[in-house]
């Protein structure tokens, strides 16, 4: 049989069977088959047999042809088990010789192409774009593999790994609320909102503010055992060491979740460094460390090396220059614009660094920062108490961290008189300032209560712990029954507040895990959306239509000769106009 003839019956076959047979055998030579697999690009070639038996679906009615020239003729077997129609004897006028081909359905997944499918069924690919090596990597170990892979355009083009910073413009557009963590209605976020993200795009910067409670806890019980007008309660170092090891390894934790964040999801690091509220959570990492400096205990180390405080205050600096720098030089990151609570973080980190620094025996660099401490804080308390950026209120779930206005009174205080040396009227008058605001905000139960738990809730812990240490050394230089009684409640309720969160953190992150819901302030789009006009709207000079409709509307609740009435004079105004 020529090879002509053998494709002229192919043709034929499909004429009068039109369901479309997958080219998976082709016909090379007369002397052997190649099967072929579209999906896998792998080629077996079978030597021309007498009997051939090859495993195909079952489904549908599908015809396998093999010609042999050493047989005395050939014979199609239908495969969904329908006979095939009688053949023409072919060469020699021999009787064709049946070749039976037995059809078994093949096993779901023994294809290549569908184990790929399986493997990348739990690659998600919409998290790429905030990947720090947005899939490049992925990419190369693919190719290196030998399998290629498709990416299509649409998701390509979602994926920009250059990405450039995104203006603060757009944060105040497509956000909302005194925080700027909830999405306006009109606004779309870059990420899937029906499932949830990787854990680490949901963890925040604002997590190291569990270190900042626990670490002024170590501080406080370190001042409770050392302090002379409470060495009537009798409390050992023990506690102290306890609740050291417990903050270094928070931080130790924290931190490196925080790391893998930087390196895995760079791009949702940069989006919070350039939120204008999450900024001023940067700092406190560097505040957590300078507490475990100031909680250390004794028998750990006695003193610290003096380079150490010039390590921790360099990012803080560094970090002040930016964010301060901003605050005066105007536009959208103004302090009038993103005054918030949150901006005492950016100022507590001055007077945290200056008591460190001053018990080290240090002088110029701790007032320095006391200085500039003092001047910013001053600005962001009366700009606070205004609320100029859009006098709105905060909502109940940030009322907390109002007690952040607590924190950096109680720490100038207790930093101004570890330069000055003694509780002098400079220290008592920013302890009474903390003071006032601490009771200020503890009688209004109401204001703490209704609203879910969430990591918000930790700005209670280290203002409060503050105040209670700056407490302790003011009843030192005034001793009496009112300032230790003083001295060990604030104590006592900075205590149970910090143990109670740190247990219905753990409840909320291990058991219900609802600690970290999706961080939608970082996936918001770099584009505006679009916005579509209403259909009823006025322009000057417009249509006499649009104006006979605003007539109606303002008229709607009157008689019907007044409606008339006002048409005809909106009629009129037209004419003349």
Request: glycine fraction near 6%; include cysteine.
């Amino acid at each position: 049989m020529s090879e002509d003839e053998q494709r002229e019956y192919f043709e034929l076959q499909e004429t009068e069977y039109p369901e479309t047979v997958p080219s998976v055998l082709k016909h090379k030579s007369s002397k052997q088959v190649v099967l072929e697999s579209e999906t896998s690009g792998l080629s077996n070639t079978i030597s021309a047999m007498q009997s051939i038996s090859i495993s195909m679906p079952s489904a549908g009615n599908k015809i396998i042809t093999v010609v042999d020239e050493n047989a005395q003729g050939f014979s199609i077997n239908g495969v969904g088990g329908d006979s095939c129609p009688p053949l023409e004897t072919l060469g020699n006028n021999a009787e064709p010789k049946a070749v039976m081909f037995l059809s078994r359905p093949m096993s779901k997944g023994s294809s290549i192409g569908e184990a790929d499918n399986d493997s990348q069924r739990f690659k998600d690919k919409n998290f790429d774009s905030f990947k720090t090596w947005s899939g490049k990597l992925e990419r190369q170990i693919t190719s290196l593999s030998g399998r290629s892979r498709k990416f299509d355009s649409e998701e390509e083009s979602t994926q920009n790994p250059e990405n450039e910073p995104l203006p603060v413009d757009r944060y105040f557009d497509a956000l909302e609320g005194p925080e700027l963590e909830t999405l306006r209605s009109t606004e779309e976020i870059m990420l899937p909102d029906d499932k949830t993200w990787p854990f680490l795009l949901r963890f925040p910067i604002s997590s190291f503010g569990i270190c900042l409670g626990v670490g002024s806890q170590s501080v406080m019980w370190k001042a409770l055992a050392s302090t002379t007008s409470t060495r009537f309660l009798h409390i050992s170092l023990t506690a102290n060491l306890i609740l050291w090891w417990i903050a270094v390894a928070l931080v130790a934790v924290v931190s490196s979740i925080y790391l893998l964040k930087v390196i895995l999801y760079f791009e949702a690091v940069r989006r919070e460094y350039y939120h204008p509220i999450r900024v001023n959570f940067f700092f406190a990492p560097w505040i957590s460390l300078l507490f475990l400096s100031l909680g250390l205990p004794p028998s750990v180390s006695s003193n610290l090396p003096e380079p150490l405080w010039y390590i921790l205050m360099t990012p803080i600096l560094c970090l002040e220059l930016k964010i301060y720098g901003q605050w005066m030089s105007g536009g959208q990151r103004r302090l009038s614009k993103v005054a918030n609570p949150s901006n005492h973080l950016a100022i507590v980190g001055n007077f945290v660094g200056t008591l460190l620094g001053a018990s080290m025996g240090l002088k110029e660099g701790p007032i320095f920062f006391f200085a500039v401490g003092l001047a910013h804080f001053l600005v962001l308390f009366v700009t606070l108490y205004q609320r100029l950026p859009t006098n709105e209120t905060l909502p109940k779930e940030l009322h907390p961290v109002f007690f952040l206005f607590v924190a950096a009174p109680s720490v100038a205080s207790m930093a101004w008189a570890k330069i000055r040396g003694s509780f002098d009227y400079g220290s008592r008058i920013a302890y009474f300032i903390a003071l006032f605001l601490y009771f200020s905000l503890a009688v209004r139960v109401n204001f703490f209560r209704g609203f879910k738990f969430s990591l918000a809730w930790w700005a209670y812990t280290f203002p409060m712990t503050g105040a209670a240490i700056a407490t302790m050394q003011y009843s030192s230089v005034v001793t009496n029954v009112l300032t230790q009684t003083l001295a060990v409640i604030l104590s006592l309720v900075a205590t149970l507040t910090v143990t109670s969160l740190l247990v219905t953190t753990m409840l909320h992150a291990f058991v219900l895990r609802d600690l970290f819901p999706n961080d939608v302030a970082i996936a918001i789009s770099d584009r505006k959306p679009k916005h579509h006009r209403k259909w009823f709207h006025i322009r000057h000079g417009g249509s006499e239509w649009s104006k006979d409709i605003e007539t109606f509307l303002k008229f709607a609740n009157t008689s019907n000769n007044d409606i008339e009435a006002a048409l005809n004079i909106s009629n009129d105004e037209a004419k003349r106009v």
